[in-house]
């Protein structure tokens, strides 16, 4: 049985999804504030949080900040309608996918088997390629194929590649992309992970003008695949 913990602090809505969860099958714990949260998420260990980011004393963003130097299990953040500016600081601080309230119960339920799925399949496993649709990665000789063909790529555009074809589905902010991929120290902006998005289409894309592969998700960033 799947473990999922929820922390929220709108006791109506809690116990609702708490009933939903259960009803279909996953395990479920209850913390009504951050602090809570952080020590449930010690002592259950879920396989999934779903985290409400307006929460009294400490933020959702400062706990999925806390979590994420400890475990890369999956977050879904809850936001409210208007919330904008949060979602995409939860995706920047690793969050996996998020949902806007009101949603319906169903809704809830598929996004957290579609994440929980995701990071099933992209648990860490000696693996030396990756493949999706027409393409083959192999991480060893670090040489792309599409459709079969050897297509070259820089470092840059195969390091990027990679972090995409490991997490498919999953919605990238250019921050996280630019950490991740680049690091901290350079000088960078923005802008750089757009282009390299732009080259790495030109390469991979059966048409990069209407990319089925890399899409833009508005105002937020990238997301690969699904
Ligand atoms: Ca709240």
Not at 42 to 51: A, G, N, Q, S
Not at 128 to 136: R, T
Not at 175 to 202: C, K, N, P, Y
Request: charged letters at 30%; proline letters at 6%; hydrophobic letters at 40%.
């Amino acid at each position: 049985m799947p473990k999922v913990l929820l922390v929220e602090d709108e006791i109506p809505l809690a116990e609702g999804i708490e009933y939903s969860l259960r009803y279909e099958g996953f395990e479920t714990a209850h913390a009504s504030d951050g602090l809570k949260g952080l020590e449930l998420f010690r002592t259950f260990e879920p396989d999934l949080i779903l985290l409400d980011l307006m929460l009294p004393g400490r933020s959702g963003l400062e706990v999925c900040q806390e979590i994420r130097r400890e475990s890369n299990v999956p977050i879904i953040i809850l936001t409210a309608k208007g919330e904008e500016a949060d979602k995409v600081m939860g995706l920047a601080q690793g969050a996996d996918d998020y949902v806007t309230k009101p949603f319906s119960t169903p809704e809830l339920i598929a996004r957290v088997r579609a994440v929980l799925r995701r990071s099933r399949s992209a648990e860490p496993q000696a693996t030396e390629s990756l493949a999706y649709g027409p393409l083959q990665l192999n991480l060893v000789s670090r040489k792309l194929r599409v459709e079969g063909q050897p297509v070259e790529l820089t470092r840059r555009e195969f390091d990027l590649l990679e972090m995409f074809m490991r997490h498919p589905g999953r919605v990238f902010t250019r921050e996280t992309l630019l950490s991740r991929v680049w690091g901290e120290a350079e000088f960078i902006d923005d802008r750089t992970v757009d282009v390299h998005v732009r080259w790495l289409r030109q390469k991979i894309e059966a048409d990069p003008s209407r990319p089925a592969l890399i899409q833009t998700v508005r105002s937020v960033g990238y997301r690969f695949g699904e």
